[in-house]
């Protein structure tokens, strides 16, 4: 079973719409999760951290936390093409050597 | 603010040679990690160190290494290069001491093994 699991799309959306990605992860001892966005041939970029249970807005993206069922969410609103990348899920935890665990990633792509 | 600089941007190498790639970061983070990425396999952890002068061995160590002699520099070495090893490779740090404990990545090596 995999520490980290993602729907790996595509995903297409129109542009405006809103945008939801989902993510799993099997450790319960879990502490901290992230959402990266990866365009192209470039490097992964942080776009939102959460620890807390609840949900997390920074603009036009709100991370969504539920420790209970193990998933986070990213939604994004208004999506834009320029949001158009592949969105990586990670969590953390200290109980595992401060290891980060990533899923394989989801494409989004934002139609105009 | 630099953040994490990697180097080479982008190595040729025949198989066989020795490679060393070079990871650098102004942080002053604790924590540092080496990872590699292949087309849908995502993300997959060499090695890692949680602070200088200490390793860990990620979830594919074998046929690299790593040093840890300072708080800033964390080089990762093949000692002889397979085509295998072919891959986009990405340093990135984190500070464990903090609540939220992010991570960050440099910008990658692209190294093609021949």
């Known amino acids: 079973q995999k520490e980290v699991e993602q729907n790996s799309g595509p995903l297409s959306v129109p542009e405006g719409a809103i945008a939801s990605l989902n993510c799993t992860y099997s450790?319960?001892?879990?502490?901290?999760f992230f959402w990266y966005r990866q365009y192209s041939g470039k490097s992964p970029e942080l776009i939102m951290s959460?620890?807390?249970?609840g949900d997390k807005e920074d603009g036009r993206f709100t991370a969504q936390l539920n420790k209970a069922s193990q998933y986070v969410s990213l939604l994004i609103r208004d999506s834009q093409p320029s949001d158009s990348a592949t969105y990586l899920c990670?969590?953390?935890?200290?109980?595992?050597?401060?290891?980060?665990?990533f899923g394989t990633g989801t494409s989004l792509t934002v139609i105009p | 603010i630099a953040g994490i600089t990697q180097a080479p941007t982008s190595q040729i190498l025949a198989a066989g040679r020795r490679m060393t790639l070079r990871c650098t970061q102004d942080?002053?983070?604790?924590?540092m990690y080496w990872y590699r990425q292949d087309l849908g396999l995502g993300l997959r952890l060499i090695h890692y160190?949680?602070?200088?002068?200490?390793?860990g061995k990620g979830e594919v160590p074998d046929g690299y290494s790593v040093s840890r002699a300072n708080t800033d520099d964390f080089p990762l070495t093949l000692a002889s290069a397979v085509p295998s090893q072919t891959s986009v490779y990405f340093c990135?740090?984190?500070?464990?001491?903090?609540?939220?404990?992010?991570?960050?990545f440099g910008p990658g090596t692209r190294l093609t093994v021949l």
């Open positions: 990135a740090s984190s500070e464990p001491g903090r609540a939220l404990n992010e991570q960050f």
């Open positions: 450790d319960r001892g879990s502490q901290s």
């Open positions: 959460i620890y807390s249970n």
């Open positions: 990670a969590v953390n935890s200290r109980n595992t050597g401060n290891q980060f665990y």
């Open positions: 942080m002053r983070h604790n924590a």
């Open positions: 160190s949680n602070t200088a002068g200490t390793t």
